[in-house]
């Protein structure tokens, strides 16, 4: 067992794989010689040597097109996005490209590949550097979303998502990178698709991904110290796909729930949960679902307002608190 | 000042005056009962909110008036309530909320709270209709009704009563194992909602005896009369194939065999083991297996499959003492048959004497919804005189 933080933990996620595989290779701008501009790759180009660790022109266009090419014939590329709203510069392939292809050509062709983005907010990067991106990339049939909170998660989904035979989108949570978790030892492989639930609890559901987790944590502590009321917390995890056996039993537990998204509101991985609580699990309910978000606005760049825009522990506190005496 | 018709609950539009106290011309001083109103779900005084003249009534006695609607004028009153006014009426509503339309209102009155559909929840609203529950009589505590508030009403409070019945009276409590518990349900449920008839035959039981007599001194041991009536009963059962019945909800379900069960009482309860086509079985087959599974019952180390199912069962308490009992109907079956104690009974013989003979009465209890009473009849008839000719039945 080791302290590693959650940027150690991506890099030691990405070397098991490629130590395991040798068709595993890491591509993405600074990612070799730089180790990353997160520090989540340091180490990979010195062990792995230049031809399995690549730096890339500033193109996430070329960066992708090439991962799908490697992936089409017989690689399993890692690639990095450095932040994730630069998805948007090479959106066709993920929108038209990685998940059709195994479909389009009868499994002829597969595309196992990674791509890994800095996701998120929390360290004022501004409007164009701090969103949540999950919703951009869940929407498309055939591609898988992963989104880990702690570090040992990162490692054991990492290794999952090289190792799964489709496409995944691996954001890594730029406010994350910096906090520390115990990873166990030895080879770590979790499996795809699965929740957790994180804090057991009797009065409501609090559903979260990334950085909310944790502030979900913090909240639920708050709600039970100061007004008795018992959270449970569940770590999604998999976006997609989504472990909605957990969400809908834990529902039946606690008959409140309550997503905490970092996106704006509109159209947030929370609307598509609740619609889904609220098609099977109606009856279970013993209040409306409430979804608490960043507001739908850009993400301001100074921190006392990057504060204001992103849920925090404050606010989901309130929002629970409010919504369970109402 | 304009009185208006108070809000009388939730879904209640409109009230009618049952009585003035007042006639026009009358003095009436704040908080004096002004006028008696009622809906169908309640009635109230309504109190004068301030003193005044009673200058107008603008709806008689008997008449309805929708709820906001001006019911009266009070002349020379305070528009706004002195603070010596008592709050008239009882809640949900004040009875002297003004329509907004007069002239100088200052400000429109807060909505009375109504207990509206959003503020009882789902999960509230389904366990409410499986339980029976109706939601207009909880009460309105201004909070929104959840599941807990209906499994509270439905569970707690009746236990709750009978415990406060019996406080005073020296007792111990027990907790209910979940046998009892599922005794309990089953039971109540079937004798709710089955239509049990019931009707008695005495068999004689000379001819069984001295059979068991013969097969006790040849072979040295002989199945029980609960193993020879089971046999008895299944092929009763295949002689009148209308009552080998079970009532499937929609439909009916005849059976070609008779899977027959048996009660077998337990320290803290009992399960009814089934014999599979016991018409095809023999007496003392029918014993042995009887024997493995009341043992096995004892034990608890009865399966599902060895007591779910069975068309038909029997419980046997002759052997303490009782001479005749109505058992309940072991649902999803059609019928049981209660076994009494054999007992010497006086009998007037062909040539006009008394004679002494072994009598049995059994009980036979039938769901009417699929059995009706010649078809009980009969197979009550075909039961007698399968025991009453035992050697058959070997």
Not at chain 1, 60 to 74: D, F, K, N, P, V
Not at chain 1, 251 to 277: C, D, K, M, Q
Not at chain 2, 98 to 116: F, I, L, N, Q, Y
Not at chain 2, 323 to 346: D, Y
């Amino acid at each position: 067992m080791a302290q590693l933080t959650y940027r150690e933990a991506v890099a030691r996620g990405i070397a098991q794989e490629m130590a395991r595989d040798e068709d595993v290779v890491l591509l993405g701008e600074d990612v070799a010689k730089a180790g990353g501009v997160f520090k989540a790759t340091d180490g990979i180009l010195e062990r792995f040597g230049p031809r399995r660790a690549l730096d890339t022109p500033i193109s996430e266009q070329a960066i992708l097109g090439s991962a799908m090419g490697a992936a089409m014939t017989g690689l399993k590329p890692i690639a990095e996005i450095m932040f994730g709203d630069f998805v948007a510069v090479c959106y066709d392939f993920i929108a038209n490209e990685f998940g059709k292809t195994r479909y389009m050509t009868d499994g002829q062709v597969k595309c196992p590949l990674v791509v890994r983005m800095a996701n998120g907010g929390g360290v004022a990067f501004g409007a164009q550097h701090s969103q949540s991106v999950e919703n951009w990339c869940m929407q498309f049939p055939g591609l898988k979303v992963v989104a880990p909170s702690s570090p040992a998660d990162v490692v054991g989904l990492l290794a999952a998502a090289v190792r799964d035979p489709d496409p995944v989108i691996f954001l890594e949570h730029k406010g994350l990178y910096g906090t520390r978790g115990e990873v166990p030892d030895g080879e770590i492989v979790d499996t795809l698709g699965t929740a957790k639930i994180l804090r057991p609890g009797t009065d409501c559901t609090l559903i979260a991904v990334g950085m909310m987790v944790p502030r979900s944590l913090a909240a639920a502590e708050q709600l039970k110290a100061d007004f008795g009321i018992d959270a449970e917390v569940i770590d999604l995890r998999s976006l997609m796909p989504l472990d909605t056996r957990t969400l809908l039993a834990s529902v039946g537990r606690t008959h409140r729930v309550f997503t905490v998204e970092e996106n704006p509101r509109v159209l947030g991985w929370g609307a598509e949960i609740v619609s889904i609580i609220a098609d099977e699990a109606f009856f279970d309910l013993d209040g409306p679902p409430v979804r608490i978000t960043a507001p739908h606005v850009p993400i301001s760049t100074p921190p006392h307002l990057e504060a204001l825009v992103i849920p925090s522990v404050e606010r989901i506190v309130e929002a629970v608190r409010q919504s369970l005496a109402a | 000042m304009n009185i208006v018709m108070p809000s009388l609950g939730a879904s209640v539009s409109e009230g009618k005056i049952v009585q003035w106290f007042k006639a026009v011309g009358d003095e009436v001083a704040a908080g004096e009962p002004l006028l008696e109103v009622e809906s169908d779900k309640t009635s109230l005084e309504i109190e004068a909110p301030a003193s005044g003249t009673l200058s107008e009534i603008r709806v008689a006695e008997d008449d309805i008036a929708p709820v906001g609607e001006i019911i009266c004028i009070l002349a020379g009153a305070d528009e706004q309530p002195a603070e010596t006014v008592e709050a008239p009426a009882p809640p949900p509503a004040s009875p002297t909320a003004e329509p907004p339309s007069t002239e100088d209102v200052p400000g429109d009155p807060a909505p009375p709270p109504v207990r509206g559909r959003s503020q009882i929840s789902p999960r509230a609203r389904k366990l409410a209709a499986e339980k029976g529950i109706d939601l207009t009589q909880l009460a309105d505590t201004g909070a929104p009704v959840t599941g807990a508030d209906i499994l509270a009403k439905s569970n707690a409070v009746p236990a709750a009563d009978v415990s406060l019945m019996y406080a005073d009276t020296p007792h111990q409590r027990h907790t209910i194992s979940s046998m009892r518990g599922t005794i309990a349900r089953r039971l109540t449920e079937a004798k709710q909602t089955i239509p049990h008839f019931y009707m008695s035959a005495e068999i004689d039981l000379g001819p069984l005896e001295q059979l068991r007599n013969e097969l006790r001194s040849k072979v040295g041991e002989c199945p029980t009369v609960t193993a020879f009536a089971i046999k008895a009963l299944a092929e009763a059962l295949r002689a009148v194939p209308e009552a080998n019945v079970v009532w499937a909800g929609d439909s009916i379900l005849q059976f070609e065999r008779a899977d027959i069960a048996v009660a077998v009482a337990l320290d803290d309860g009992l399960l009814t083991p089934v014999i599979r086509d016991a018409g095809g079985k023999t007496p003392s087959s029918i014993s042995a297996e009887l024997k493995d599974l009341a043992t096995r019952a004892r034990q608890g180390r009865l399966q599902p499959a060895d007591y779910e199912g069975g068309v038909a069962s029997i419980s046997n308490l002759g052997m303490h003492g009782v001479g005749r009992f109505q058992a309940i109907i072991n649902p999803p079956q059609a019928l049981i048959l209660a076994l009494g104690a054999s007992e010497r009974r006086p009998r007037e013989a062909d040539d006009g004497s008394v004679q002494f003979v072994s009598q049995m009465t059994v009980t036979l209890s039938a769901d009417h919804r699929v059995v009706d009473g010649v078809t009980g009849a009969n197979l009550l008839a075909a039961f007698g005189t399968r025991l009453q000719a035992p050697d058959g039945l070997l």
